[in-house]
């Protein structure tokens, strides 16, 4: 592999480290904070809209109330609006930024600066001013691809796609929003005139009047809406809504929420608490249809309202046998938007996706999948085949988006559907080339989390990435390498795939300092294809990054720096670059024995195999559970034998018992010979052993303290189980394969103790048992 500059990766470090930009949440705002007044400008702009200020706001002029100079709308929407869209952060140079499109002037250019500016200066700062200070209240969901020049296959929209499915059922309209069902287009003029209402007669607007105006003016054009938003007696309107707000029912609540959507007010704008704690208080007044379109009104304004559904949550638990299907599938849409949800509530979906199983079409089944998973709510094995039997039954009209969604989902429960997973082997390499590469790394991620080895589907995606590279991301360079790391597979084009990509990682090298657990992930992968990158390895095990590591990382990642730093000590004899302190690597073995130890300890399986080694070769102080390699996450049985092949008694750590020194003595009895263990491996009969003499078989490995010598042999005993190779194969997964090559380099022999052999043997006798290991133990060792 061709080597990577060392002057190019320092080079890419010599800037500051990038931090994460958080917006602090301003004070808490009443509903006060909302009235859009002159008092609410900086002294400077004050300053600065002196003069335009003295023609009344009040008065009317003959000019059209939506003309602005673009350089204003442009400095407007850079500023506010166009900073997040729908509460997600955008790409640096996202299309959905775009200014606002120039608006034809009915008057003149003059007379429409002279007076609009300054109005536009009151609503406008006070847009873009709440938009800057409070937080965005959403997770940011993945980027959207803007280039063109792949024919759109990297175009993705995070909120648009998962929302296909409300267009396959005409109930879904009865409570979601659709954007065409606005009221009837409005004109320019027509606008004018309501603006002009607002003002003149502001004291005496019914509720009702109110929310009429504001979906009339909703149904602006696009580019007037924009402006709009800079229009004071529109601000006016917003604060004559907030002081009669307690005396809307809900039907105006609701068409005043769908004219904030249609005219895109900020999601982080002070005014919306106001209307969220109104809603609040209508849940209980409110029917499910109407709730649910509330809460898909807040996922199009991009805002979280956590108190809203806490609430609606509480509704649900007393009348969710009463949803219905449509129902049903766009309230698991919406928790998995907002990632929130009280798990008992769950439990009883999952009951009503079982009832409706057979109702649900394929691009629901995704829905699901997608909603259960962004919650990190499970779904039973059982409901997990139904839905495999489902959509296996027509799997080739399975949209990528929900294969992508359903195969999440089986990643999640890890739940092995072999019909599923046979299909999505014939059909994925065919679909891999129009996915995104985020897709590709999702079904990539789901094959290694599956175990499940299609070198068809993988040599594909090896195939595809390397022209495409650019559009990975951090996380999906990471996923990707750590999908074919444990998978143990390299792809025909392997130099080609692995030189694309590490070369992306020297490029992305920022991106990675805001994420760094995806660093480690990347190079574990790699080290389990046995490829190293020592200038990335180097960076990786430095003080600097690993104190980034530990700083910014939302994951622990000790655990991953030690395995990288232990394999690189073992397969990178000359390499001389940053290793981890001792203080570190103390901490990180000592973590990963604890869970190493647990877990074997809790295996009964296991703790036979010790008892009956230990039994057979002479006692505790012959056999050593330990991680011989601390690194590697789990522990293994050493043995070790001498020029005679006569173990020796090296385990310092346990002393010899009572029971121990009565087996020295009583060391007499049917040796386990050539014969004998021919017999037992062929199945013979058992009426030739006494049953007197079973006891005594168990010491013939002994060997007196002053035999002891250095070993001939050692061997590392592993007791294997399925989940260390690929799915319904003896494949063996990245991990175990490296600890294994390991082993042999420090001078180890690996005896397999392999489930399909000890396992049945569980259900046999003790001396069937002991006769295996013997085999195993003391031919492996010649």
């Not at 008092?39 to 023609?55: E, G, I, Y």
């Not at 769908?258 to 029917?287: Q, R």
């Not at 929900?402 to 999505?424: C, G, P, S």
Request: charged letters at 20%; hydrophobic letters at 40%; proline letters at 5%.
């Amino acid at each position: 592999m061709p080597k990577i500059s060392r002057q190019f990766l320092w080079s890419a470090f010599s800037t500051p480290l990038i931090k994460h930009h958080r917006n602090k949440k301003s004070p808490a705002q009443t509903s006060e904070d909302c009235v859009l007044t002159a008092t609410t400008v900086s002294a400077d702009t004050r300053m600065m809209t002196t003069l335009k200020l003295l023609t009344p706001l009040g008065h009317r002029v003959f000019c059209s109330p939506f003309a602005c100079s673009a350089a204003h709308r442009v400095a407007y929407w850079n500023e506010g609006c166009c900073s997040q869209h729908r509460g997600q952060k955008s790409p640096k140079h996202s299309s959905l930024c775009h200014p606002a499109k120039k608006v034809k002037n009915i008057c003149s250019v003059a007379s429409s600066q002279g007076v609009l500016t300054a109005s536009s200066a009151l609503l406008g700062l006070e847009f873009s001013r709440t938009s800057a200070s409070k937080a965005s209240t959403l997770k940011p969901g993945p980027l959207r691809a803007i280039r063109t020049d792949e024919k759109g296959v990297e175009v993705f929209d995070s909120f648009e796609d998962p929302r296909v499915f409300l267009q396959l059922r005409p109930e879904y309209q009865l409570h979601s929003y659709n954007r065409s069902e606005a009221c009837q287009p409005l004109s320019v003029s027509e606008g004018e005139l309501i603006l002009h209402k607002i003002t003149l007669y502001q004291d005496n607007l019914q509720p009702q009047i109110i929310a009429d105006y504001f979906c009339k003016l909703s149904s602006l054009p696009a580019e007037q809406r924009t402006v709009l938003l800079s229009n004071t007696s529109f601000a006016l309107l917003c604060q004559l809504s907030v002081k009669n707000i307690q005396v809307f029912d809900a039907p105006d609540l609701i068409s005043i929420l769908k004219a904030f959507v249609n005219l895109g007010i900020p999601h982080s704008h002070s005014m919306l608490d106001v209307y969220e704690t109104k809603f609040c208080h209508k849940v209980w007044e409110m029917s499910l249809d109407q709730l649910l379109l509330v809460a898909d009104l807040w996922r199009n304004l991009g805002r979280q309202v956590p108190r809203f559904l806490e609430i609606f949550f509480s509704y649900l638990n007393l009348h969710w046998k009463n949803l219905s299907l449509s129902q049903l599938i766009h309230l698991i849409y919406i928790i998995g938007e907002n990632r929130q949800v009280p798990q008992d509530l769950m439990q009883r979906l999952e009951s009503l996706v079982l009832k409706y199983i057979d109702m649900i079409n394929l691009e629901e089944l995704g829905t699901i999948c997608l909603g259960f998973f962004k919650s990190s709510s499970s779904l039973s094995e059982f409901v997990m085949r139904k839905i495999g039997d489902v959509a296996c039954a027509d799997m080739q009209n399975l949209s990528s988006y929900a294969l992508v969604n359903i195969l999440k989902m089986f990643r999640f429960t890890h739940v092995d559907h072999t019909e599923f997973m046979k299909q999505f082997g014939q059909i994925a390499p065919h679909r891999i080339p129009s996915l995104g590469v985020q897709g590709v790394m999702h079904l990539t991620l789901a094959c290694s989390a599956l175990r499940f080895l299609h070198e068809e589907v993988m040599n594909v995606v090896a195939a595809s990435l390397p022209s495409r590279v650019a559009y990975c991301r951090s996380k999906d360079i990471a996923k990707i390498l750590w999908s074919f790391g444990t998978l143990n597979y390299k792809p025909p084009n392997a130099e080609e795939f692995y030189t694309s990509l590490i070369s992306e990682i020297h490029k992305k090298l920022p991106e990675f300092n805001r994420y760094p657990e995806h660093l480690p992930t990347c190079l574990l992968g790699l080290a389990f294809s046995e490829c190293f990158p020592v200038e990335l390895i180097d960076f990786a095990l430095s003080p600097r990054f690993v104190r980034l590591a530990q700083e910014r990382s939302k994951f622990e990642l000790t655990k991953e720096l030690c395995t990288l730093d232990g394999t690189v000590g073992i397969e990178c004899p000359d390499y001389r670059g940053s290793r981890l302190s001792p203080h570190l690597q103390r901490e990180g073995s000592a973590v990963l024995w604890n869970l190493a130890r647990n877990d074997m300890n809790s295996k009964p399986e296991f703790l036979e195999a010790l008892s009956l080694l230990q039994a057979m070769l002479g006692g505790t102080q012959y056999v050593k559970h330990h991680m011989i390699l601390p690194h590697t996450r789990s522990s293994d049985l050493e043995v070790q034998l001498d020029v005679n092949m006569k173990p020796l008694p090296f385990n310092t750590d346990s002393t010899p018992t009572e029971d121990t020194a009565k087996l020295r003595l009583k060391h007499v009895g049917v040796s386990l010979t050539d014969d004998l263990m021919n017999r037992l491996l062929k199945g013979k009969s058992r009426r030739h052993f006494q049953v007197d003499r079973l006891g005594t078989m168990e010491g013939t490995g002994f060997c007196p303290p002053d035999c002891i010598q250095h070993p001939q042999v050692k061997l590392a005993i592993q007791l294997t189980n399925r989940n260390q190779y690929c799915y319904g194969s003896r494949h063996l997964l990245g991990l175990h394969n490296m600890k294994r090559r390991q082993l042999n380099r420090l001078g180890y022999r690996v005896v397999e103790l392999a489930y399909w052999e000890w396992f049945p043997l569980l259900k046999r006798t003790r001396l069937e048992k002991l006769a295996y290991l013997h085999e195993k133990v003391f031919t492996s060792a010649l």
